[in-house]
């Protein structure tokens, strides 16, 4: 479980990201973090896994609090909490297998990262998740040579390959295009609910997160405004994280898009059967 106590962050220039978040996720739990621009959505995850450091407040996962290690025990906590950027983050002149397999970097001696020499498990799981994102083929290539959905989709093997308790997910779609970015977030689930893996899913669109999510967080000036379900999602509910808009035709297209999932899934149960 992921706690987080009267979590703040106030920047050197005196503004308050946060302003005392109190959160807690479940092992198991995917939820996607709303709000505007500026809300304070990144900040959070950030200052999860510290890359951010809080200015207030505790970090917990599970008995451990975070906000109190040192470095090395930071680097420790760490490994139990695997981040997929915005930007995939990968090192561009390397393979998909290299960059899939920096996620191991924090379990190996400094030679053997620097020579780039992991155990041969390590190496057998690379090849076990890529397979299942169907990233295989694309093991030899380069990084600056896939497509946005691909990095992405090393991004997720690479943090994965952490064997982490806890996903941290920081706007996986905002670079791709509508069809790629479901399939990202439909992924992402999936993943998630094979390991039994929480997540914490920074997302601006509101229909994926709707879409993709056990529950919904939506933030606003650094205070969350609603904790609940995606169908709690009302265009009252909207309106207070947002402001004033015709949220009415958001909440159509998401159960339009929700019915279509749902026709899909039957063909392919009945074409199975």
Known sequence: MLRLEGLGKRYKTGDDALKGVD?????????????PSGA????????????????????????????????GGLRKARRRMGMIFQEYALVERLTVMENVLSGRLGYVGFWQAFLRKFPKKDVREAYRLLDRVGMMHMADKRADELSGGQRQRVGICRALIQ???LLLVDEPTASLDPKTSRQIMRLINELCAERGLAAIINIHDVLLAQMFSQRIVGLKEGLIVYDGPPDGLTPDVLTEIYGEEDWEATIDEVDEDEDKDKDKDKDKDEAVS
């Open 40 to 71: 304070g959505k990144s900040t959070l995850i950030r200052c999860v896994n510290r890359l951010v450091e809080p200015t207030r407040g505790k970090v917990y996962l599970g008995d451990l609090e975070l906000t109190s290690l040192s470095s």
């Open 163 to 165: 064997d982490p308790e």
């Open 23 to 35: 959160l807690e996720i479940p092992d198991g739990q995917v939820i996607a973090l709303i709000g």
